[in-house]
């Protein structure tokens, strides 16, 4: 019987060599970049301030861009809009350089994102990851970033909608006082006006956004 065993397990390491060190180095692989994001996680010091779930989705997905982006702005849009729910991580610093508020499509609903679209004209927020661009003068909005869309078929048509970062009146702590919610963009992820400078500095040329929808 234990002939046979060893021959049988002779047969099997012949025939299917590399199933065990693969199996290994996948499992040593996704441990790696577990024990990555949680250090990330706690040096950045996001415990209590960004749902776990939310920031998973965004490492996750910046890992499989292949992307070397020098910082990472993460638009949780789980949360209502009177939370402060944008999120800017230096990666090199590995420090939260800013958290402010940022708008959702006015067809995306009123206090809370419910709806998402990449479609031209719907007026509606896109989900995903971006890559942002160099600082550009909107001649509606000033000083803006450009985004670019990632993911096909859910925001890839940023460039064609003027999807942009810009400044905006109605995202400001006075608006959210008066309405009960912030104001709403046309799809564009709006913050602002005082924190424009910050996110230009942070984000312009190297950056990337993650906008998230539950």
């Not at 994102?113 to 509606?124: D, L, Y």
Request: charged content about 20%; aromatic content about 6%; proline content about 3%.
């Amino acid at each position: 019987m234990i002939a046979r065993l060893s021959a049988l397990s002779l047969l099997l390491a012949l025939l299917f060599p590399a199933i065990l060190p693969r199996t290994a180095s996948a499992a040593s692989h996704s441990a790696a970049e577990m024990s990555a994001a949680d250090a990330l996680f706690e040096s950045v010091g996001l415990e209590g301030q960004l749902d776990r779930e939310v920031f998973d989705a965004g490492y996750a997905r910046v890992q499989a861009s292949g992307i070397d982006a020098g910082s990472l702005a993460i638009a949780d849009m789980s949360q209502p809009s009177t939370a402060q729910r944008l999120y800017v991580i230096d990666l090199e610093t590995r420090t939260l350089v800013l958290r402010t508020w940022v708008a959702h499509g006015q067809a995306s609903g009123d206090l809370m994102a419910e709806r998402f679209s990449n479609r031209p004209g719907s007026h509606q927020t896109s989900l995903g990851l971006y890559r942002v661009g160099e600082t550009i003068r909107s001649p509606q909005h000033g000083a803006a970033l450009l985004l670019e869309g990632l993911d096909a078929g859910v925001n890839d048509k940023a460039l064609a909608r003027e999807v942009i970062i810009h400044g905006a009146d109605y995202v400001s702590a006075e608006f959210i006082a008066a309405r009960g919610r912030l104001g709403k963009s046309w799809g564009c992820p709006a913050v602002p006006r005082t924190a424009m400078k910050q996110m230009m500095d942070a984000l312009a040329g190297d950056g990337l956004l993650f906008v998230y929808g539950a």
